[in-house]
């Protein structure tokens, strides 16, 4: 069945510090959304890409969609405490209407 | 906003038990997902119901039965609590090809 990969599953950083988690998914995904969900809440849409490609910007965050649309990546500039959280993306397959969410990648930021 | 609401927080029930697990969405919706999340696994699809009376098997549906009676009420069951059901329990709506999904606040189950 298909399959979300999600990497890396922790991440520490020191604030200011730049963080990346990278998504794979085992087949062609129609688009692909990303959550955040700080501790102790539920997941939160962030953003969806849907073009091969395609780069979308929400202030320190970038988001990517690949050329081949099986995989992404959420960058995020100099973090702040306020970034801490699990950040998920959530692939839908071509020909379905169910998402498959990735692991997630949980981020601590020290201060 | 889209509000959706999960009955419990947080509960606590016996092996063997019949659970319920209810959900609410305000927004007339035809979508809505029960996952099972658990460290290191993320998010996993137990059920989803795309229209009332409606019902679809997601990855992990072993166990469970669901209940959509009216548009806006999604209920899990747990026909016969066990222990490897202890987990956080989230409701999400809507999610149809290019919209979010929205989630409740969760379910903390402990089966004990």
């Known amino acids: 069945g298909q399959q979300v990969m999600q990497i890396p599953q922790y991440q520490h950083v020191q604030e200011g510090e730049d963080f990346t988690t990278y998504c794979n998914s085992s087949?062609?995904?129609?688009?692909i959304q990303w959550y955040k969900q700080r501790p102790g809440g539920h997941p939160v849409f962030l953003i969806q890409?849907?073009?091969?490609?395609e780069v979308k910007k929400q202030k320190r965050l970038t988001f990517q969609f690949g050329e081949a649309k099986k995989n992404s990546s959420l960058h995020i500039t100099a973090t702040q405490t306020t970034d801490v959280g699990t950040y998920f993306c959530?692939?839908?397959?071509?020909?379905?209407?169910?998402?498959?969410f990735g692991t997630g990648t949980r981020l601590k930021v020290l201060a | 906003d889209v509000k959706v609401t999960q009955s419990s927080r947080y509960l606590v029930k016996r092996t063997g038990e019949k659970v319920f697990l209810e959900c609410v969405q305000d927004?007339?919706?035809?979508?809505m997902f029960w996952y099972r999340q658990d460290p290191g696994l993320g998010l996993r699809l137990i059920y989803f119901?795309?229209?009332?009376?409606?019902?679809e098997k997601g990855d992990i549906p072993e166990g469970y039965s669901v209940s959509r009676e009216k548009k806006e009420r999604f209920s899990l069951i747990l026909e016969s609590a066990s222990t490897n059901q202890t987990s956080m329990y989230l409701c999400?709506?809507?999610?149809?090809?290019?919209?979010?999904?929205?989630f409740g606040d969760g379910t903390r189950l402990s089966i004990l």
């Open positions: 119901s795309y229209d009332v009376k409606m019902k």
């Open positions: 959530a692939g839908l397959a071509s020909g379905t209407y169910k998402y498959i």
């Open positions: 927004m007339d919706h035809e979508n």
């Open positions: 999400a709506c809507c999610g149809r090809f290019n919209q979010p999904q929205h």
């Open positions: 890409l849907v073009k091969s490609g």
């Open positions: 087949t062609t995904l129609s688009n």
